[in-house]
């Protein structure tokens, strides 16, 4: 597991999606830190699996060639991107979205911005730079540079998807079933575990993690809203990154208030009465004491 220096609620708390960057490669000493943390191998990934990652800087000569690296005008300026790659598995995404949201973190306490992209992307280019292997795909990258002044696109696109909106708790979180909201108050320090779930990002800011907790010891059961709409339909897997995601800041939380617990599989069985259909995903169980 990847050690930061900051807090990692407060590092949650200042990522943000950034699309304007300066025009210029990160330094050398930067590249240096990072390509560290990119060689060491990844100790616990509660999806299982097996993901790589690689920096890669835009070539010079692309910019007067017929190869493209491109974005669809959603990125301005960026000359170093992370790329990843995932083996497929049963739990590919899932397994990519955590171990993804691990590294883009700590590029946050890096100071340097970053932006999730799953679809918004040159496909065929970036999988030829990250050099796939034939069991390997290539989910989603990541611009990696120094922050700029928003553009008015990205600060339309912002306000198109909510950027800064979430769903407040009781949409998100419930106790012992589907219908009986989780109070915050009584959750002493599993509240900030999730109030960190809660402001995790997702594909078009949907948001579809949703979470039920069992008492004697806690279990936290996390699951994915199948939420419709023709996005969702186009990309069918961006939720699944998206409970990955969702998991990481959870498990990155536990850690740090020294909460000890394991991730388990395991379904439940509960009677699904929310509005939109949900999955099993996986499950938190606190170790007893």
């Not at 200042?14 to 100790?43: A, G, Y």
């Not at 995790?200 to 800011?205: C, D, K």
């Amino acid at each position: 597991m990847l050690e930061y220096q900051k807090s990692i609620q407060d590092i949650i708390k200042e990522r943000t999606s950034w699309r304007t960057f300066e025009d210029k490669p990160i330094s050398d000493n930067e590249r240096q830190e990072i390509e560290k943390l990119l060689t060491s191998t990844f100790e616990f990934n509660p999806f299982g699996g097996k993901n790589r990652f690689k920096l890669f800087d835009i070539p010079l000569e692309a910019k007067s060639s017929k190869q493209s690296y491109g974005t669809y005008g959603f990125i301005r300026g960026a000359q170093t991107y992370l790329l990843g790659a995932c083996e497929r598995s049963t739990y590919d995404f899932e397994s990519f979205g955590y171990s993804m949201e691990i590294l883009i973190l700590k590029l946050t306490e890096f100071n340097l911005g970053t932006c999730w992209l799953g679809g918004t992307f040159d496909q065929s280019s970036f999988s030829q730079a990250m050099q796939l292997e034939p069991n390997e795909f290539l989910p989603a990258i990541t611009p990696v540079g120094y922050k700029k002044s928003r553009r008015i696109k990205e600060m339309i696109i912002r306000t198109a998807i909510h950027a800064k909106k979430r769903f407040s708790w009781d949409h998100l979180f419930f106790c012992s079933d589907f219908t009986t909201p989780l109070n915050p108050e009584e959750l002493d320090l599993y509240t900030y575990a999730l109030e960190m779930v809660r402001l995790a990002p997702s594909a078009r800011n949907l948001q579809p993690w949703r979470i039920i907790m069992q008492n004697d010891p806690p279990i936290f059961h996390f699951y994915s809203s199948q939420l419709d709409g023709s996005f969702i339909a186009r990309h069918p897997n961006f939720h699944r990154m998206d409970l990955g995601i969702a998991v990481a800041h959870f498990d990155l939380t536990v850690r740090e208030l020294h909460l000890s617990g394991y991730w388990v599989i395991d379904e439940p069985h509960f009677s699904d009465n929310s509005e939109n259909p949900l999955q099993y995903v996986i499950s938190w169980q606190a170790a007893e004491i």
